[in-house]
């Protein structure tokens, strides 16, 4: 959410917002963080051209197996310490600290918020998979929580649950927490928009620093990465969806045009401002959304 904010800054730092980026060509960009990000970005794509199809899966399946087998317990415990550090904010006396200042006032009406929160937050994920992944947990697609046994009332329930803890409270905790983890900082302290400012109250003024370098390209990929497999999801399944009610091929040709589409739309969007468009964008799809499902139920 924006707001109409009085800032307050750190009186410990003397670092100003933006004294190390680059401006040129219109734009604004952090030189160092751009260059890894972009960097590192690139190389990956190019590594990923060089091997062939079948290697480069291997690879990424075989990475991911690993993470899955090793590592599960970090997301796991993750998800529950946030969920329950997030309660614990909200019915704490710090619940009650308003994010901009005492005196801040929101941009956005209660009904726009919501819709911006759904659009930019869950969107087709949550359309998709809210159906489509207890389903497959259920029928042992792509195996099933906790090794249940599919087809069977025991596998109905990991598959729900597993869907709830994807979808439900667990999420709206890792996005809340690192949501106002940055708006603290950024309306209430004054500091600049990036991941290293939430880092202050540990590292000091070492966050302006190649630390700081570190967290925020270390964000940026994370983010592009998440982008990447969003709008490849996305794309296969809106094509599916058109190949099924007009008839067309879902090609390879036709997932990269709503692709583009989409990145087209999201640029419009940015280049327009919160206002006139992410805004407005979200408004419509929730009017497009609640008329489908009002339609459906009629």
Same mark, same amino acid.
């Given at each position: 959410m924006s707001f109409k904010s009085q800032k307050y800054s750190i009186d410990s730092t003397d670092y100003q917002v933006g004294q190390d980026n !680059?401006?040129? &060509?219109?734009m604004d960009v952090h030189n160092t963080?751009?260059? /890894?990000s972009a960097g590192l970005s690139i190389l990956f794509i190019v590594t990923l051209l060089v091997l062939s199809p079948a290697d480069a899966k291997a690879a990424i399946d075989a990475v991911k197996a690993v993470v899955l087998s090793k590592f599960d317990f970090v997301f796991m415990w993750g998800a529950n310490i946030l969920l329950i550090f997030a309660v614990l904010i909200a019915f704490s006396?710090?619940?009650k600290i308003r994010l901009g200042g005492d005196d801040a006032t929101t941009d956005y009406s209660t009904l726009s918020w919501i819709s911006m929160l759904f659009a930019a937050g869950m969107g087709i994920g949550l359309i998709f998979w809210g159906v489509a992944e207890p389903t497959a947990f259920f029928t042992n697609w792509f195996g099933t929580p906790l090794n249940a046994e599919p087809f069977t009332p025991e596998g109905r329930e990991a598959a729900?649950? /597993?869907t709830v803890f994807h979808w439900g409270l667990h999420a709206w905790a890792i996005y809340g927490m690192a949501a106002l983890s940055l708006a603290y900082f950024v309306?209430?302290?004054g500091l600049p928009l990036s991941m290293r400012s939430v880092f202050y109250p540990l590292l000091g003024d070492r966050v302006w620093g190649r630390i700081g370098d570190v967290i925020d390209v270390m964000a940026v990929l994370v983010i592009l990465f998440g982008l990447a497999?969003?709008?490849g999801l996305g794309g296969s399944q809106a094509a599916s969806g058109i190949s099924h009610v007009f008839g067309l091929e879902n090609s390879l040709m036709l997932q990269i045009a709503i692709i583009l589409t989409i990145m087209g739309l999201a640029i419009v969007s940015v280049v327009r401002g919160m206002d006139g468009g992410v805004?407005?964008? #979200?408004?419509?799809?929730m !009017? !497009?959304? #609640? #008329?489908?499902? /009002?339609? &459906?139920?009629?």
């Open positions: !680059i401006t040129k &060509w219109g963080v751009f260059t /890894a006396p710090l619940g729900l649950g /597993a309306y209430n302290k497999t969003s709008l805004k407005v964008l #979200s408004n419509l799809n !009017i !497009i959304a #609640s #008329s489908s499902l /009002a339609l &459906w139920a009629y």
